[in-house]
């Protein structure tokens, strides 16, 4: 070691002591998952991500041996600062201390604060290393809810369309790790108003899901048997399960794929069902896979009037609460099969992906002149080449991707750090309107990565250590009409965000994002004019550290839509109180929020904090409050218990919700009781 | 289809009025030219004249729409003097049967490398076949402040007395005010921002970025909210010569490449 590097490691560990007595990571991962679910209004399932930061910070990685695959798990970590962590550590030996991450070219202080909980350095022969080597660990988690009201669903008489089941949800999960290169999950699950018990099959639980997967084999690296995810390239043609979005972290545009994972989600449609491997030899890598299961699809059974059964519709909901969603549960099955080839070298990674997805039926294209191009038939095949390259301070990723008999899609970006204060990230997009794939998750601004081009560009600087801006502009096109589009469209995005940490615990952040896209104008008429659709959010945030035990978070958040003569204008602010005492038993948090949005396109999402590993993005819409109180109790050594309370008051109307979901009055509470076992 | 998209381009007011162009690479920087310095700031703040120290003389050319013999053609000369910079632009935009002429004079002043100012006079004129021709007079003030090496921070007025061509011609003059700044992050990276806010629309917010990779070669880029436009574009210094290109590209109006040269005496 260079007597300048022990000089300035000695000057850090001085001052930087103080860090490792406590430190936050939730808020980051919330920011982060919050950005992901505005962009995917769906509901998404984060619980694996989550589950899976939790189980690094309690088996943190040895900064000494952690590979690009475990870093990418750290997905506040960006492609280039991942480069150069594993630079650093090749031409100056092994990291002696933590703080020496400060070292590294492109980690800001801010990045080392995210990383301290999950990292540590292993010492020569140190106890817990080997202890943990050969060692089984169990969970075993039960989480039971319910909406206290009674929505329409479970009143009405069983002669008309209702919900089968009772209406609390029940979730178990269970999982087992042996060392770090053996898991197992398994997940039962149970939504509200699906039927339990012996009345249906498969016996008990709605979903099943159950996973086993080994690492590290001589030639096998991963093996998976079960249920589990695909992650390749950039997301345009295999890529199962949570992907980001444009969102602040502008870094996040470029995907970091993790290959083979296995699947421990509730969620009941995106997942495979199978065997697959990975089989390394030297620099090259094969992931051979098939998989096979039922999903839920609307058919049109063969009669008189069609010669064979047609799917008019997939479903992916993964509720089965009333007849018909019965009817179509498992209606028909899908079989994946197919194989990715991938090189990784110093600063190369480049592969192939081909596979075919078939359905046991045709699958209709819908009848409607927007989606005259969707795809038709029982088998597609999918053909991608990827690479990203890392040059200097340059990344470039690519992604070309072909559907046999179809279409094409590009995708190509550059990352480059300008300078150790800016950052700036190019990414070009263009999906031909007939491409398909079933498993796209790749950067796009409407429904799926099909019928869209764009040119996407952003910056980060950071003006001093404590002060940080995030911009970036998105210009997109359709070419194709879209659902409530009658012609080809445009629009564009526009995201600015500045914060500042003006203190320890302390961070205030402000932020614009503004969205206009063209949709059809009001007119009840065959073929619609388009008329631009203007949303603009403001959004400022405050979180403060009380003292050792509280924290507190605020925000004010007001959004603007215009459509032509209709404006609206939605508000929400809240006021958080974490309280997290170091040692004790009990640990809670609640929100109290008030909340004014015209109507439903002036709703806004937020981030509530839940039981563990669960997090919800619920819609803020209509006037009212809502509150909720989350507290978790330590019982003892192995067991934990969280309980969530939460109720919304509205200040008008008559009812809450629509169709079998609505309740009657101006309040809708609900509850959620989790257990967790675990056993070391 | 193109000439009907032209027609209807050309008889919307805002888009019609005159568009300064300030150069190749302040146009792919986002035509963020308020708080930089170089020749082109002629035609964007001519304040930032005031920091040359040579001689320089410089055209343009850009294709406005691209497809249409529509275009806008520069040059520019800027005469350092001791502590005084002289500067002089000539700008043509149009096509055969619609001229639209720019001629400009600027003086400005360095104060100790600190603070920089200016006044221009523009004479305009405007001609259309069959139908004569007519002109009008305007000024334009900037300031430009340099409190460190890497930091200056510009305003600009243009036309602040809202001359006009007589009330026969439907034709404006802009009228704008801008402010921004720009910022050496290092040797490599400049960022450049500015606010333009003009009389008839709402406030432009515009960003721009160069890149040099080495001391001859630079990438640029930039945006501006309103319109929405997305600028590009790069930049090679050999001796005494400058060449720098740039694409800009505009939601209905498609790219628009232009191309500039410099030589400095």
């Known amino acids: 070691m260079s007597f300048k590097r022990q000089l300035l490691l000695l000057v850090l560990v001085i001052s930087f002591q103080s860090g490792f007595t406590q430190t936050e990571t939730d808020p980051f991962i919330e920011t982060l998952l919050e950005s992901i679910a505005e962009n995917n209004q769906s509901e998404t399932d984060y619980s694996e991500l989550s589950e ?64 301290i909980p999950f990292i540590m350095i292993a010492k020569p022969g140190m106890l817990e290393i080997k202890k943990s080597q050969a060692k089984s660990t169990h969970e075993l988690m039960t989480t039971y809810s319910r909406t206290i009201e009674k929505q329409k669903g479970y009143l009405v008489p069983d002669t008309v369309s209702h919900y089968t089941g009772s209406p609390f949800k029940l979730l178990n999960r269970y999982r087992y790790h042996y060392g770090k290169n053996v898991s197992g999950a398994v997940t039962m699950e149970k939504d509200a108003g699906e039927p339990f018990g012996a009345s249906t099959k498969p016996y008990g639980f709605d979903f099943y899901s159950a996973s086993l997967f080994i690492r590290n084999g001589r030639y096998v690296k991963k093996l998976a048997l079960g249920d589990y995810s695909l992650q390749f390239g950039q997301g345009l043609s295999l890529w199962s399960g949570l992907s980001f979005g444009k969102g602040a972290n502008i870094a996040g545009i470029a995907k970091l794929q993790s290959g083979l994972k296995p699947y421990s989600s509730t969620n009941e449609t995106e997942f495979f069902r199978g065997v697959a491997a990975t089989i390394a030899i030297k620099h090259f890598e094969l992931t051979p896979f098939i998989s096979y299961h039922a999903v839920d699809a609307s058919v049109n059974t063969a009669d008189t009037l069609i010669n064979e059964s047609q799917i008019s519709s ?91 008999n179809s279409g094409f899609a590009l995708i190509s970006g550059l990352m480059g750090s300008l300078s150790n204060k800016v950052s700036a990230v190019l990414f070009y997009r ?13 950067i796009n601004e409407g429904s799926n990565a099909s019928n869209e081009s764009g040119f996407y560009s952003g910056l980060t600087v950071a003006l001093t250590p404590k002060t940080e801006i995030s911009f970036y502009t998105d210009f997109f096109r359709f070419p194709w009409l879209r ?61 403060t550290k009380l003292n050792a035990n509280f924290q507190f978070r605020n925000r004010v958040e007001v959004v603007q ?48 904090n839940d039981v563990l590993y669960s997090y919800s993005i619920p819609a803020y819409q209509d006037k009212g409050y809502r509150f909720y109180l989350n507290t978790r109790y330590r019982l003892s050594r192995s067991i934990d218990a969280w309980f969530k309370y939460a109720i919304t008051q509205y200040s008008s109307g008559e009812d809450i919700g629509s169709g079998l979901d609505l309740i009657e009055g101006r309040h809708k509470s609900d509850f959620k009781i989790q257990v967790r076992y675990s056993l070391k | 289809m193109l000439w009907l998209s032209v027609i209807v381009i050309l008889s919307t007011k805002g888009l019609f009025a005159q568009n300064i162009n300030a150069g190749a690479r302040i146009t792919a920087m986002g035509q963020t030219g308020v708080a930089l310095q170089e020749v082109w700031s002629v035609q964007s703040n001519q304040a930032g004249l005031a920091s040359l120290h040579k001689p320089i003389a410089a055209i343009s050319y850009l294709n406005t729409i691209v497809g249409t013999e529509i275009n806008t053609q520069s040059i520019v000369f800027a005469y350092p003097y001791g502590h005084q910079t002289f500067g002089w632009s000539m700008q043509s935009f149009g096509f055969s049967a619609f001229k639209e002429r720019r001629y400009g004079f600027a003086y400005a002043r360095n104060f100790n490398d600190v603070l920089f100012a200016s006044l ?32 200056i921070i510009g305003a600009h007025v243009v036309n602040p ?14 009228v704008f005010a801008e402010a921004g700044s720009s910022y050496l992050f290092s040797d490599k990276v400049l960022l450049s921002t500015a606010l333009v806010v003009s009389s008839k629309r709402i406030a432009d917010f515009r960003t721009g970025l160069e890149y040099s990779v080495i001391p001859q070669l630079a990438f640029r880029g930039g945006v501006s909210t309103h319109p929405f436009k997305q600028y590009a574009g790069f930049g090679y210094a050999i001796d005494h010569l400058c060449i720098d290109g740039a694409l800009s590209s505009h939601p209905a109006l498609g790219y628009s490449p232009q191309i500039s040269l410099a030589y400095e005496f």
């Open chain 1, 52 to 115: 899976r930061l939790y189980f690094i910070k309690q088996h943190p990685y040895d900064l000494n041996t952690v590979n690009l695959e475990q870093l990418t798990d750290l997905v506040f970590l960006n492609p280039l600062q991942i480069t150069s962590f594993l630079d650093y550590r090749r031409d100056n030996g092994p990291f002696v201390e933590i703080q020496e991450l400060q070292l590294i070219d492109l980690f800001t202080e801010e990045t080392v604060q995210y990383m």
């Open chain 1, 314 to 404: 997939l479903s992916i909901t993964g509720l089965h609460r009333t007849a018909t969603e019965l009817d179509n549960k498992g209606a028909a099955s899908q079989l994946v099969f197919g194989s990715v080839i991938q090189y990784s070298g110093k600063a190369l990674r480049s592969g192939v992906i081909v596979y075919q997805t078939r359905y046991n039926y045709n699958l209709e294209s819908g009848q409607s002149l927007y989606n005259k191009f969707e795809f038709a038939g029982s088998t597609l095949t999918n053909s991608s080449v990827y690479y990203n390259y890392t040059w200097n301070n340059l990344y470039s990723f690519a992604e070309v991707s072909h559907s046999v």
């Open chain 1, 430 to 442: 263009n999906y031909q309107k007939n491409y398909y794939s079933f498993f796209n998750k790749a």
């Open chain 1, 483 to 543: 659902y409530r589009v009658d012609a080809p469209s445009s629009g564009r995005e526009l995201l600015a965000q500045a914060s500042w940490s003006l203190k320890k615990g302390t961070k205030l952040s402000f932020r614009y994002k503004s969205n206009v896209k063209e949709q059809n104008d009001a007119g009840e008429n065959t073929i619609n004019y388009l008329v631009p659709v203007h949303k603009d959010n403001y959004r400022l945030d405050f979180l």
């Open chain 1, 561 to 608: 839509y215009k459509k032509a003569l209709n404006s609206q204008l939605g508000l929400l602010i809240y006021q958080d109180v974490l309280y997290k005492p170091m040692g004790s038993k009990l640990s809670g948090n609640f929100r109290v929020a008030f909340f004014h949005c015209d109507a439903y396109d002036s709703r806004i999402y937020a981030f509530e």
């Open chain 2, 120 to 151: 221009n006079f523009n004479y305009h004129q405007l001609s259309i076949a069959g139908y004569g021709h007519t002109g009008t007079y305007s000024v334009e003030a900037g300031l430009q402040y340099k409190p460190s090496e890497s930091l």
């Open chain 2, 161 to 174: 007395s809202a001359s006009s061509y007589d009330a026969a011609v439907d034709a404006i003059l802009p």
